[in-house]
C-alpha cells in the first residue's frame, strides 16, 4: 500500500537556495570592496580577507567541534566575514579581526543555533563588541589614498569622518556631496562609497534577492527627520543628502537590515521596521553620545522583529469569516 508523504508547507521548489541567494550578495558587495581597496589600499583588502578566512574558519572548526555537518558551503560565513570586514577601518590590526569573526561566528551565531537561528545581524553584533572593546581601534579612519602601513600606528594616521566633523565639532574640511557620493572620504571600509553600495542595490534587486522596502523606507526615514529636525535654525533647514550619504546609512539599509532572519516577514511589518530603524538612527546622531547610529538601530529592531511579525501576521486563506 503506497501512502502519501505528508510534510509541512512550503510546497514550492524553487533553484534559489541558500548558497545561491548568498552568492549573489558576495557579487552585490564587490562593487564596494573594489572601492575600498582603491581608496584605502592594500591594507583594507587584508582586513577583509582575514575578516572572511577567518569566519569561515571558525563555523568549520565548530561544525567539527559538535560533531554537526559541515555548512561553509553555504557561503553564509564568507557573507559574514566580508560584511564584518566592510565595518571596520582599514587601520584594524589583523588580531582584532579575528577576534570580531570569533564573536560573530560563535557567540551570536553557533551558540544559537547556526544559520537562521541568530536573533540579532552577527556582522553588527560584532561591530559593536569591537567598539566596546577597542573603540580607539574603531575609530582609526584614515584620509582616502593614504598609505597604511602594515602595522599602523593609530595615533599617526587618523582622520576625522563627516559625521564626526559635524557633530564633535573637529577640525576637517567637510567633504563635498560628490565625495560622499564617490567614496573620497574616510570611514570603514565598505561604508564609503554610496554609488558602490546603491550598484549593489539595484543588482539584489534584479535578482530578487530583497525587496526595495526596507532599504528605501530605512534612507528616507532618516533623510526626512534630519531634514525637518536636524538644522541649527529651526524646522526644515537640515541638510537631507548629507545625512543619508555619510556614515553606514546605505550599508546598513541594504546589506544588513534586509537579512531574512533578523528583519520582518511580512510588508507591514517590513514598514514598521524600517522607520523604526530611521527614527532610531536620527535620534542617537542627533542626541546620542555615538556621531553614527546605525549599528545600533538595526540591532535594536533586530530585537523587535519578533514582536512585530507577532502583531502583523500574515493573511490567512481559506478561512470562512465569522457571522
Not at 503506497?2 to 562593487?31: C, F, R, Y
Amino acid at each position: 500500500m503506497n501512502l502519501l508523504k505528508v510534510s509541512a508547507p512550503p510546497h514550492i521548489s524553487t533553484k534559489n537556495d541558500t548558497n545561491v541567494i548568498m552568492l549573489d550578495v558576495i557579487i552585490a558587495l564587490m562593487p564596494a570592496l573594489i572601492v575600498g581597496a582603491y581608496v584605502f589600499g592594500y591594507r583594507a583588502v587584508l582586513v577583509v580577507a582575514t575578516c572572511t578566512i577567518s569566519a569561515v574558519l571558525f563555523e568549520y572548526l565548530w561544525t567539527k567541534l559538535m560533531k554537526l555537518p559541515t555548512t561553509i558551503g553555504d557561503l553564509s560565513a564568507v557573507v559574514s566575514g566580508i560584511m564584518l570586514g566592510f565595518n571596520l577601518p582599514p587601520t584594524a590590526p589583523l588580531w582584532m579581526c579575528i577576534a570580531g569573526s570569533f564573536f560573530m561566528m560563535i557567540i551570536v551565531k553557533a551558540f544559537f543555533g547556526g544559520l537562521g537561528q541568530n536573533i540579532v545581524n552577527p556582522a553588527l553584533a560584532a561591530r559593536v563588541f569591537l567598539m566596546a572593546s577597542w573603540p580607539t581601534r574603531m575609530i582609526a579612519f584614515v584620509s582616502p589614498f593614504a598609505k597604511v602601513p602594515l602595522i599602523s600606528k593609530i595615533d599617526a594616521v587618523t582622520s576625522p569622518t563627516a559625521l564626526s566633523i559635524i557633530k564633535n565639532g573637529l577640525e576637517g574640511e567637510i567633504p563635498t556631496y560628490m565625495e560622499l557620493f564617490l567614496g573620497n572620504v574616510s570611514g570603514c571600509i565598505g561604508e564609503v562609497s554610496a554609488i558602490a553600495l546603491i550598484i549593489g542595490f539595484v543588482y539584489l534587486l534584479i535578482r530578487k534577492v530583497i525587496s526595495w522596502r526596507i532599504p528605501v523606507v530605512f534612507i528616507g526615514v532618516t533623510g526626512l527627520l534630519s531634514y525637518a529636525f536636524g538644522g541649527n535654525n529651526g524646522l526644515f533647514t537640515g541638510d537631507f543628502l548629507f545625512s543619508i550619504l555619510s556614515g553606514s546609512l546605505f550599508l546598513g539599509a541594504i546589506f544588513m537590515a534586509t537579512d531574512y532572519t533578523t528583519s520582518p516577514m511580512t510588508s507591514l511589518g517590513q514598514y514598521i521596521y524600517a522607520i523604526g530603524c530611521g527614527i532610531l538612527v536620527f535620534i542617537i546622531r542627533k542626541w546620542g553620545g555615538y556621531p553614527e547610529g546605525v549599528s545600533y538601530a538595526i540591532l535594536l529592531m533586530n530585537v523587535a522583529t519578533p514582536l512585530i511579525d507577532k502583531i502583523t501576521p500574515p493573511r490567512k486563506f481559506g478561512r470562512r469569516k465569522a457571522q
